[in-house]
């Protein structure tokens, strides 16, 4: 791994049910300071059992920010991880309702996070904007790829005539997205600085 003392990371995953048939689980991090890729995997294990090796990076990379997908099987790792982690470490999302209010000035930065839900909700909209927004950082030289197995599969991810995105058939997406969520993350951080 590529850790750095004094640096800031960001965890991404996602989750899977870890079936031997199904997509498997990712994982990739973030260092904030330098913008490089600094730890990229996959693994087959159950949602809450995800937990414990998100548990161990966020105590390797320095107390880092976890962001997981909040979907069916995403939620069952944050419970698990709001058991094994301080919760001031998981991504809570600040949805259009709590923005307003905040915008509004009828709460405060911490009673947003308060209200937040645990988790980066992906819809077909927002999905997009997170695949646009990591090409952008890597085109651009915000994020630095280290991982050779990520590049690999992000050669296999396209854009479909229905303005979604996704894998080609028979290849995985999952180490694409949790980039694109450590770096939706990233791009939150310094918009709120």
């Not at 990712?26 to 996959?42: H, K, M």
């Not at 909209?125 to 994020?143: C, F, V, W």
């Not at 630095?144 to 995105?165: I, K, M, P, Q």
Request: with cysteine; glycine share 6%.
């Amino acid at each position: 791994s590529d850790l750095i003392d004094g640096h800031e990371y960001i965890v991404g995953c996602d989750t899977s049910l870890g079936l031997d048939t199904g997509d498997p689980a990712a994982i990739e991090v973030i260092d904030v300071t330098t913008g490089r890729q600094a730890w990229s995997e996959t693994m087959k294990r159950s949602p809450d059992l995800i937990a414990y090796r998100l548990a161990e990076l966020f105590e390797r990379f320095n107390w880092a920010t976890v962001v997981v997908e909040r979907n069916n099987t995403g939620i069952a790792t944050i419970r698990e991880l709001q058991r094994l982690m301080p919760e001031d470490y998981i991504f809570r999302f600040i949805d259009r309702a709590l923005q307003r209010k905040l915008e509004d000035g009828t709460i405060t930065l911490d009673e947003a996070q308060d209200a937040a839900q645990f988790g980066l909700p992906t819809t077909a909209a927002n999905k997009a904007d997170y695949a646009i927004a990591l090409e952008q950082a890597i085109r651009t030289g915000e994020i630095g790829l280290s991982s050779e197995a990520w590049c690999e599969e992000a050669r296999t991810v396209v854009w479909f005539d229905n303005g979604s995105w996704g894998a080609m058939s028979g290849y995985h997406d999952d180490r694409f997205m949790a980039l694109a969520l450590a770096n939706y993350v990233r791009i939150d951080r310094k918009s709120t600085r």
